[in-house]
């Protein structure tokens, strides 16, 4: 049995969610913690999990959603563009490949 397309998506979009809000949990506590670094991160990780959801769900306007919103929002940290900016860019891999590819049964290989 081969993975699909759509599954493959699936499992590295929650993996690399999983790792982001692992990343956020880490840089929330460093030195200089306030509230606004609280509410950014929430929101990031907020967004974050609306489009693991929207990927797993099969919505691939969602999963759109939720990477303009990590673009958005991890534009104003500077530091963590290199654990946003890649999870955001496989939110849209991910909803080109559910919107196109909606198949589930299409392999991944072969």
């Known amino acids: 049995m081969t993975p699909s397309r759509t599954a493959v998506a699936r499992g590295l979009t929650v993996v690399a ?16 913690y306030t509230p606004a670094r609280l509410t950014l991160f929430a929101a990031l990780g907020a967004s974050a999990v609306a489009g693991a959801g929207g990927v797993v769900a099969g919505r691939s306007f969602v ?48």
Do not use: I, K, T
């Open 63 to 110: 999963a759109a959603g939720a990477a303009c919103a990590l673009l958005l929002l991890g534009f104003w940290q500077a530091v963590l563009w290199v654990y946003v900016l890649p999870v955001a860019a496989l939110f849209l891999v991910a909803a080109v490949a559910l919107a196109v590819g909606g198949d589930a049964s299409e392999p991944l290989v072969g």
């Open 17 to 32: 969610v999983a790792a982001l809000l692992g990343v956020l949990g880490r840089y929330l506590g460093r030195p200089g």
